[in-house]
């Protein structure tokens, strides 16, 4: 009787779906922050041999959501407060970037996008509907990233907020300011609108600037995803 034939495709495809439910795992906090990831317990619950699993670890590794140590395997990652504010200066640059090329392209289809998102977004402002707010504020960044037609730069930063959401998502339900945000992306819009691409790029910046500085507010406790023990953190407060 004649096997049948491996095909390495099937392999991948076998591979993509296990890195997706691990980084489920991770990013909804099912996985905490630091637990380690047992290569024989995940092939065991999703029906896999361990090889799969094993090339997903590796991958989330790269991306930043997972760390590979020596003696003790996969584990969730942890981030410090220093390593929170890099990031965000990282996507403070990139995304003042895509809203200045935004501007600067002035296509009518997008700037209608960003219109009807202003107005849903003012709206669940009126009702502090703070989660469809969320939503709506991950769409308009989305929107202007992805109209950016900067393809390395809408990679990193997709790369870069995945990884922040190892701890923003302790603030989903937290969301605080939201009338100063809104005003934020309001102001966003204007350069867009009028075509300025430095007033676009200036307001970019800002809202991501504002943005940590009010997530940081919100650290009145340890979060899950944030490492206890960070060395910048005493120099956070004037901040």
Do not use: W
Request: charged share 25%.
């Amino acid at each position: 009787m004649q096997n049948k034939p491996f095909h390495a495709r099937e392999y991948a495809t076998l591979t993509t779906h296990v890195e997706r439910e691990i980084e489920r795992r991770v990013l909804t906090g099912e996985i905490a922050a630091g637990a380690r990831i047992g290569e024989a317990l995940i092939a065991e619950e999703l029906g896999v041999s361990r090889g799969p699993v094993r090339e997903a670890l590796r991958s989330l590794a790269q991306s930043g959501l997972v760390e590979i140590l020596p003696n003790k395997g996969a584990i969730a990652r942890t981030i410090g407060l220093g390593e929170v504010k890099n990031l965000y200066a990282l996507r403070g640059a990139l995304f003042a970037l895509a809203c200045q090329e935004v501007a600067r392209r002035h296509d009518n289809e997008t700037v209608t996008l960003l219109r009807e998102n202003m107005s849903a977004m003012r709206a669940a402002l009126a009702c502090d509907d703070k989660e469809a707010y969320y939503r709506l504020n991950v769409d308009f960044h989305t929107a202007i990233i992805n109209h950016s037609h900067n393809q390395r730069a809408i990679d990193v930063y997709h790369s870069v907020v995945k990884e922040m959401h190892l701890f923003r998502r302790r603030g989903l339900s937290n969301v605080p300011n939201i009338a100063e945000s809104v005003k934020e992306h309001e102001t966003i819009l204007a350069g867009i609108v009028v075509g300025d691409p430095d007033a676009a790029r200036e307001a970019g910046r800002i809202h991501i600037e504002r943005g940590c500085k009010r997530f940081l507010g919100t650290l009145t406790e340890e979060p899950s995803g944030l490492s206890k023990t960070d060395p910048q953190k005493t120099n956070l407060a004037g901040h």
